[in-house]
Nanobody
Framework: QVQLVESGGGLVQPGGSLRLSCAAS????????VDWYRQAPGKQRELVAT????????YYINSVKGRFTTSRDNAKNTVYLQLNSLKPEYTAVYYC?????????WGQGTQVTVSS
């Protein structure tokens, strides 16, 4: 079994920044892509970005390009999502997700609220 724990969310003003963390209970991120999703109130969960195995970022939402960046520290079993220039429409619960063989693991999510 693997546990993923997200942290780093909070209340931030528009234009502010946050760094979200996704920590795994054991070493599973090395060699695996890790996805970041978000779910806004009343909306479906959507894929935001992927931390690739080479440490890069793949984006799935145009508006976050240049604002969000993923990074990882495999030695710490942690993947990060840096959120910059935040907008109110980015308010959501953010989740990390990783596939290990036939298993899919999710964290509990961390709330990001962008408001003045």
């Amino acid at each position: 079994q693997v546990q993923l724990v997200e942290s780093g969310g909070g209340l931030v003003q528009p234009g502010g920044s946050l760094r979200l963390s996704c920590a795994a209970s054991r070493s599973i991120f090395s060699g695996r892509a890790v996805d970041w999703y978000r779910q806004a109130p009343g909306k479906q969960r959507e894929l935001v970005a992927t931390s690739t195995t080479t440490g890069g970022t793949t984006y799935y939402i145009n508006s976050v390009k240049g604002r969000f960046t993923t990074s990882r520290d495999n030695a710490k079993n942690t993947v990060y999502l840096q959120l910059n220039s935040l907008k109110p429409e980015y308010t959501a619960v953010y989740y990390c997700n990783v596939d290990v063989g036939s298993w899919e693991y999710w964290g509990q999510g961390t709330q990001v609220t962008v408001s003045s």
